[in-house]
Nanobody
């Protein structure tokens, strides 16, 4: 069982930056693939980024590629999402997710554990 707690959301102007954190419980964090998803008001939840536990390889949604960076610190049981050049369309509740296994899946159903989310609002 893994418990996830996000932090770091807030209000920022377009063009600004935020860093989200997701702290995980448990002693085997490095064996989990970690991902970020987001859900904007009135829209479906969508994939943002994923990082493997084994070699920290990453994958990104096209909408955030080049602006967002996912990273992890296994010693701190934490995964991060550095968000730069933020746009109003990045406004959403961001949730981290975890799964055991290989690969870099971008499907919601592939993740067994979810945090409650942190809200990001980007003003124009």
């Amino acid at each position: 069982q893994v418990q996830l707690v996000e932090s770091g959301g807030g209000l920022v102007q377009a063009g600004g930056s935020l860093r989200l954190s997701c702290a995980a419980s448990g002693r085997t964090f490095s064996s989990y693939t970690m991902a970020w998803f987001r859900q904007a008001p009135g829209k479906e939840r969508e994939f943002v980024a994923v990082i493997a536990g084994s070699d920290s390889s990453t994958s990104y949604a096209d909408a955030v590629k080049g602006r967002f960076t996912i990273s992890r610190d296994n010693a701190k049981n934490t995964v991060y999402l550095q968000m730069n050049s933020l746009k109003p369309e990045d406004t959403a509740v961001y949730r981290c997710a975890a799964r055991r296994g290989y690969g870099l899946p971008d499907k919601i159903a592939m993740y067994a554990y979810w945090g409650q989310g942190t809200e990001v609002t980007v003003s124009s």
